[in-house]
T-cell receptor, first 111, second 114 residues
Framework: GQQLNQSPQSMFIQEGEDVSMNCTSS?????WLWYKQDPGEGPVLLIA?????ELTSNGRLTAQFGITRKDSFLNISASIPSDVGIYFC???????????FGTGTRLTIIP | GAGVSQSPSNKVTEKGKDVELRCDPI?????LYWYRQSLGQGLEFLIY????????KSGLPSDRFSAERTGGSVSTLTIQRTQQEDSAVYLC????????????FGPGTRLTVL
């Protein structure tokens, strides 16, 4: 089955810094999604990508659907304390309604 | 509310007991998913319902796990003869068929098996 490698596993940054994380797949995906999970909550959808090369923004968040269709990137600019949490990538190949999730990137902001 | 709801939010049970977890999807969503998330881990797919089709049970870890979806809406995940390794957060998600798999999650049920 599909495998998603998400990196880094964790990040420790200072407030105001920019953040980058990525996911790579062992197979071609038709959809890439990025979620954020706060403690004690379910994941919340941040950005959805449907087309190779697509670049989509949601406030300070920007995500890209890689042109190889096997990777995706999420960038957060000028991080703030509420950005703390776990970020998951997820994707699926064409015609498959099941998502494969990455292992998550835990973001911590150092005071 | 308009989101996915799950109940109970927390469940503590004794080893060997059966538990039922409930999920109310977003109205109009035809697809419903159950996931398990162990402490500090990612999401493990359990089961998927789509309309009136037979569910995809390929992620259920053992025959102690089962799920139903009644009337194409509410779903119940049942774990029989619970074991300590079943302790986890159980998450439910729903999506609208044809929405490129944009799944919307509930808050989860935290299950603790003593």
């Amino acid at each position: 089955g599909q495998q998603l490698n998400q990196s880094p596993q964790s990040m420790f940054i200072q407030e105001g810094e920019d953040v980058s994380m990525n996911c790579t797949s062992s197979s071609i995906f038709n959809t890439w999604l990025w979620y954020k999970q706060d403690p004690g909550e379910g994941p919340v959808l941040l950005i959805a990508l449907y087309k190779a090369g697509e670049l989509t923004s949601n406030g300070r968040l920007t995500a890209q659907f890689g042109i190889t269709r096997k990777d995706s990137f999420l960038n957060i600019s000028a991080s703030i304390p509420s950005d703390v949490g776990i970020y998951f990538c997820a994707g699926s190949p064409f015609g498959n309604e099941k998502l494969t999730f990455g292992t998550g990137t835990r973001l911590t902001i150092i005071p | 509310g308009a989101g996915v709801s799950q109940s109970p939010s927390n469940k503590v049970t004794e080893k060997g007991k059966d538990v039922e977890l409930r999920c109310d999807p977003i109205s109009g969503h035809t697809a419903l998913y159950w996931y398990r998330q162990s402490l500090g881990q990612g999401l493990e797919f359990l089961i998927y319902f789509q309309g009136n089709s037979a569910p995809d049970k390929s992620g259920l870890p053992s025959d102690r796990f089962s799920a139903e979806r009644t009337g194409g809406s509410v779903s119940t995940l049942t774990i029989q003869r619970t074991q300590q390794e079943d302790s986890a957060v159980y998450l439910c998600a729903s999506s609208f068929h044809g929405s490129y798999n944009e799944q919307f999650f509930g808050p989860g049920t935290r299950l603790t098996v003593l």
